[in-house]
């Protein structure tokens, strides 16, 4: 397979080394600045795109073009290495893609189109069996509200230890998804959701730092997702909040939010071994008329006014360590 060299001078450096390449080619970018939007799609599959110096090649939108890359019913590209700015609508976009890997990639300062086009760092739509992994995205939708990482209607996205950082809308969004994994990642600052879960079912969140975000640390909208082992503080509103049923809770920090530390406002979810403290309106609410939530095994320290607030109905509280009185008696126990 070829190795094309690739140098700034020609309008479409990049463009011209992608319509060369045969599938398997590696295209290596030399450092420079490229002003270009690079289109992948037809028989492009299974090419590299890799800087040769890492975050020394830089993509400069100018703020007039649209994207830097867009990988278009193809699969198997690698994009790594780049530094993206000042593009209109966004740094990355995969579209009816699979098996694409967006490596270790600088992505800033896309400023959408105000009422029209909401701006985006990497967007994944209708696509499956993706890797995004070390990129860092920042200031996302100046001019239009937009998201760091932006999943529609996707399958098998796995969002790997990236910074997620003061993006104007969610840091991630995961819409109509499924069976995708957000794991490792910095998110904080982003003006709404650290993560916005809506219509999309079994998505696995673990070890993520989701802090000082406007909203929620993550709110979800759907069902069957799995927050594990993540670091939550000091967002302006809840740590999580719950408004679908059957989602899990597990050996969470959830700390100092502004809200609550779990509201919940659905039915048949597991908060366990969760650490809350220092909440400012209760460690866990479970707001009126909501059910069969289990609630086991936390340790509560330290939240206003209450530690736990039950206002549901047949909610089973059990074995959390807390330093208010009524402890476990607050919902006893059944025994058969």
């Given at each position: 397979m070829a190795i094309i060299d690739v140098f700034p001078g020609s309008p479409a450096a990049i463009q011209d080394a992608v319509d060369l390449a045969n599938e398997g080619d590696v295209i290596l970018v030399h450092r420079g600045?490229?002003?270009?939007?690079?289109?992948?799609?037809?028989?492009?599959?299974?090419?590299?795109?890799?800087?040769?110096?890492?975050?020394?090649?830089?993509?400069?939108?100018?703020?007039?073009?649209?994207?830097?890359?867009?990988?278009?019913s193809i699969a198997g590209v690698e994009i790594a290495g780049?530094?993206?700015?000042?593009?209109?609508?966004?740094g990355i976009r995969i579209l009816n893609g699979k098996s694409h890997r967006i490596l270790e990639n600088q992505i800033s300062e896309m400023s959408g189109v105000r009422g029209?086009?909401?701006?985006?760092?990497?967007?994944?739509?209708?696509s499956e069996g993706n890797l995004l992994m070390k990129n860092k995205i920042e200031r996302i939708g100046r001019a239009e509200a937009g998201n760091?990482?932006?999943?529609?209607?996707?399958?098998?996205?796995?969002?790997?230890?990236?910074?997620?950082?003061?993006?104007?809308l969610h840091g991630v969004e995961v819409a109509?998804?499924?069976?995708?994994?957000?794991?490792?990642?910095?998110?904080?600052?982003?003006?709404r959701e650290g993560i916005m879960i809506s219509g999309s079912d079994n998505n696995l969140f673990l070890d993520n730092k989701l802090k000082r975000n406007g909203e929620n640390g993550l709110f979800a909208r759907s069902t069957n997702n799995y927050m594990i082992g993540s670091d939550i503080k000091d967002n302006r509103l809840n740590g999580l909040q719950l408004t679908f049923n059957y989602?899990?809770?597990?050996n969470n920090k959830i700390k100092n939010n502004r809200q609550s530390g779990l509201s919940i406002?659905?039915?048949?979810?597991?908060?366990?071994?969760?650490?809350?403290?220092?909440?400012r309106s209760n460690g866990v609410v479970i707001h009126p008329s909501h059910t069969a939530n289990f609630v086991f095994e936390n340790k509560f320290k330290n939240n206003k006014p209450q530690n736990m607030k039950d206002q549901g109905v047949d909610n089973n509280i059990l074995q959390n360590d807390s330093d208010e009185r009524y402890r476990d008696n607050y919902c006893p126990q059944q025994r058969l």
């Amino acid at each position: 397979m070829a190795i094309i060299d690739v140098f700034p001078g020609s309008p479409a450096a990049i463009q011209d080394a992608v319509d060369l390449a045969n599938e398997g080619d590696v295209i290596l970018v030399h450092r420079g600045t490229y002003h270009e939007s690079v289109r992948l799609h037809g028989n492009k599959n299974n090419l590299r795109i890799v800087a040769k110096h890492k975050h020394r090649v830089i993509l400069d939108g100018k703020h007039g073009l649209p994207e830097a890359f867009v990988l278009d019913s193809i699969a198997g590209v690698e994009i790594a290495g780049f530094r993206i700015k000042n593009y209109v609508t966004g740094g990355i976009r995969i579209l009816n893609g699979k098996s694409h890997r967006i490596l270790e990639n600088q992505i800033s300062e896309m400023s959408g189109v105000r009422g029209d086009i909401r701006a985006f760092g990497i967007f994944v739509n209708h696509s499956e069996g993706n890797l995004l992994m070390k990129n860092k995205i920042e200031r996302i939708g100046r001019a239009e509200a937009g998201n760091g990482i932006q999943i529609d209607d996707s399958i098998g996205t796995w969002v790997l230890r990236n910074k997620l950082l003061n993006n104007y809308l969610h840091g991630v969004e995961v819409a109509l998804g499924f069976h995708n994994a957000i794991a490792g990642n910095q998110i904080s600052g982003n003006k709404r959701e650290g993560i916005m879960i809506s219509g999309s079912d079994n998505n696995l969140f673990l070890d993520n730092k989701l802090k000082r975000n406007g909203e929620n640390g993550l709110f979800a909208r759907s069902t069957n997702n799995y927050m594990i082992g993540s670091d939550i503080k000091d967002n302006r509103l809840n740590g999580l909040q719950l408004t679908f049923n059957y989602n899990m809770a597990f050996n969470n920090k959830i700390k100092n939010n502004r809200q609550s530390g779990l509201s919940i406002l659905s039915d048949f979810n597991d908060i366990q071994q969760n650490k809350i403290e220092k909440n400012r309106s209760n460690g866990v609410v479970i707001h009126p008329s909501h059910t069969a939530n289990f609630v086991f095994e936390n340790k509560f320290k330290n939240n206003k006014p209450q530690n736990m607030k039950d206002q549901g109905v047949d909610n089973n509280i059990l074995q959390n360590d807390s330093d208010e009185r009524y402890r476990d008696n607050y919902c006893p126990q059944q025994r058969l």
